[in-house]
């Protein structure tokens, strides 16, 4: 099989949500020489991408979401520990999180192998996660950043819950806040008073340590 022919195999198997298939040819990959990188964005995601452009002409339906999520999860945990291979030092803590009334955690793990593949000891509270949850975790973490995710246009009104649950709690100015997903743009950040956006995992790594070196450099003066 020809590295391209894998990679459309890799998309057609994870649309159609054939989990043992998808773990298998994501392990061939590897051993053909393919780096992680070419089997997550140019096979799994622009598949993910596609199963959500089916859903919403209606030729896909909530059980199809499901298996194609899990068979993405399952080549995730096998890239998990390619992803994250690194020698960087600690560069800081980042708590991460799927909001209330959200489940989707693909994307958020993702963004999480990413950070500790750039030395970030991430803690990682899950999914629907209350504002009360993330407040806790905060004062009992003490975070460099903290990262609200969400996939839903219903949903993304909880960074502003958040944001507000983290002034009363007097937590804002001590973390640095970050919030993305699928839906949400640097405009809706700005508006919900966020300090940083970005639109995928490797974005997320760059503006988390721009913001963590402002934000030092800011202290030092
Ligand atoms: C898989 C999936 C599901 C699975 C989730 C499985 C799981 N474990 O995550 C299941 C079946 C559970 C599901 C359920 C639903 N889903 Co759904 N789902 C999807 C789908 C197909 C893929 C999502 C995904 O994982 N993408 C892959 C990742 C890698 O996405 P990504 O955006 O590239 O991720 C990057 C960035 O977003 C960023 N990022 C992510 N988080 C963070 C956080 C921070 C801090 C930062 C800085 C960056 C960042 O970095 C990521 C990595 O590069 C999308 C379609 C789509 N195009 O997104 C729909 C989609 C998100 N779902 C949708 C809907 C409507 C639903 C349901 C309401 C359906 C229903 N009627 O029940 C439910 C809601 C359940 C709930 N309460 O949450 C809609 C949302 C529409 C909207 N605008 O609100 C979408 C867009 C489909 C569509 N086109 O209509 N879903």
């Known amino acids: 099989m020809s590295p391209e022919e894998l990679l459309q195999q890799l998309y057609d198997r994870t649309l159609v949500g054939n989990a043992p298939a998808v773990a298998e040819l994501t392990r061939t990959g590897l051993e053909m020489g393919m780096t992680p990188a070419s089997l997550l964005y140019d096979a799994l ?3 993910l991408e596609e199963v959500g452009a089916r859903f919403e002409r209606g030729d896909f339906f909530v059980p199809e979401m499901l298996i194609a999520g899990r068979a993405m999860s399952g080549a995730l945990t096998i890239l998990r520990p390619l992803l994250a291979e690194t020698g960087a030092q600690m560069v800081g803590t980042f708590l991460m999180g799927t909001v209330k009334g959200d489940v989707h955690d693909i994307g ?5 192998i990413m950070l500790e593949g750039a030395g970030f000891h991430v803690i990682d509270l899950g999914v629907q996660v209350a504002p009360e ?3 806790a975790a905060i004062e009992e973490h003490q975070p ?4 609200f995710s969400a996939f839903l246009t219903t949903t993304m009104p909880m960074f502003k819950a958040n944001i507000n649950a983290l002034q009363k ?3 804002r100015d001590s973390v640095i806040v970050m919030v993305g997903g699928a839906p949400v743009t640097q405009e809706y950040a700005d508006a919900v008073g966020a ?3 970005a639109s995928d995992a490797s974005q ?4 988390a340590k721009d913001l963590m070196n402002k934000r030092r450099a800011a202290v030092s003066v």
Do not use: E, M, Q, W
């Open 108 to 112: 958020k793990n993702l963004v999480n």
């Open 204 to 207: 997320t790594v760059k503006r």
């Open 133 to 135: 949850k993330f407040v």
């Open 144 to 147: 460099d950043i903290v990262g």
């Open 195 to 197: 300090d940083g956006y």
């Open 169 to 171: 709690a007097g937590l």
């Open 45 to 47: 995601i622009p598949s």
